[in-house]
C-alpha cells in the first residue's frame, strides 16, 4: 500500500510539474455517415470521439467509435502512445472491440493469450512533406492467422500524399496488406485502401466553423467502394 501511495504522489508531482510546461489536450467528436478503416466497412452511422494529451512529442489518445443508427455495431476503445521527432513518428496502439468473436465481448480488461479481444499494434513512419509513409503491425492480441493457421503478425502499410485542390485541402491514400491474413481478409499481397479525401471548414459565424470532410474509398481485394461524409465537433 505505501508503494502504492507512492507512486500516485509521484505521478501527480509529474503532472504538476508537466503542466507548467503547456501539455496540449485534445477533445473532439466526429460523426461518420459509414466507418470505413483501412478499406475495411466496420460500421453504419457512428460517433467517434477523441481525447489525447501531448508533450514534447510524446502523446497518449484515446479514440472511440459507437454506432448511431445501428446500435449492434460493435463499440470500440483504442488507445495509442506515440512520440513524433521531426518527421519520424512511432507508437503503440491497443485496440479494443466488443466482437463476440474475439473471446469475452463484455471484459475489458482480459488479456488472455488465446481469450482477449485486445489487439496490440506498433508502427513507424516518416513524413517528407509532400507524402508520409507508414507501416503497422500486430504483435500481441486477437490477431488474425495466415494460410497455415499460424498468427500472421498482420501488417498494414500505406503512402498518404496531401494536396490542393479548388482551395480545399485533399488528401490521396494508398495501403495494402503485404502478405496473407484473415485480420485485412487477404490471402497474399493486396492492395485494400484507395481513398481521396477533402476536408473543409463550413463557417457559421465570425468566431465559429465546423470542419466536414467527404472521401471516396475503394478496397480492390474485395471489390467494393464506400462513400463517406463526416464533421468534427471540438471546443
Not at 509529474?14 to 483501412?38: C, H, K, L, P
Not at 512520440?83 to 471484459?107: F, H, K, S
Request: glycine share 10%.
Amino acid at each position: 500500500m505505501k508503494k502504492i501511495v507512492l507512486l500516485a504522489c509521484g505521478l501527480i508531482m509529474s503532472m504538476t510539474a508537466f503542466a507548467q510546461d503547456n501539455i496540449e489536450t485534445t477533445i473532439s467528436g466526429d460523426i461518420v455517415s459509414s466507418y470505413i478503416w483501412r478499406g475495411q466497412d466496420l460500421g453504419n452511422v457512428s460517433l467517434q470521439p477523441t481525447l489525447g494529451i501531448g508533450y514534447k512529442g510524446l502523446s497518449l489518445t484515446a479514440w472511440g467509435s459507437v454506432g448511431i443508427s445501428t446500435p449492434a455495431d460493435n463499440k470500440e476503445l483504442d488507445l495509442t502512445l506515440a512520440y513524433t521527432i521531426g518527421g519520424l513518428n512511432i507508437g503503440i496502439t491497443d485496440y479494443w472491440t466488443n466482437d463476440p468473436a474475439g473471446g469475452d465481448p463484455e471484459r475489458y480488461f482480459k488479456y488472455d493469450a488465446h481469450g482477449t479481444n485486445h489487439v496490440f499494434e506498433a508502427n513507424i513512419g516518416y513524413d517528407f512533406g509532400f507524402a508520409s509513409l507508414q507501416w503497422f503491425t500486430n504483435f500481441a492480441g486477437n490477431d488474425g492467422v495466415n494460410k497455415d493457421g499460424k498468427r500472421a503478425y498482420s501488417s498494414y502499410m500505406e503512402v498518404v500524399v496531401p494536396f490542393k485542390l479548388s482551395a480545399i485541402d485533399w488528401t490521396a491514400t494508398a495501403g495494402a496488406v503485404p502478405y496473407a491474413t484473415d485480420f485485412y481478409g487477404t490471402t497474399g499481397f493486396a492492395v485494400t485502401n484507395l481513398t481521396v479525401r477533402a476536408d473543409k471548414d463550413i463557417k457559421i459565424t465570425d468566431s465559429f466553423s465546423i470542419p466536414v470532410f467527404g472521401q471516396v474509398t475503394a478496397n480492390p481485394c474485395s471489390q467494393k467502394a464506400y462513400l463517406v461524409f463526416g464533421l468534427t465537433l471540438h471546443p
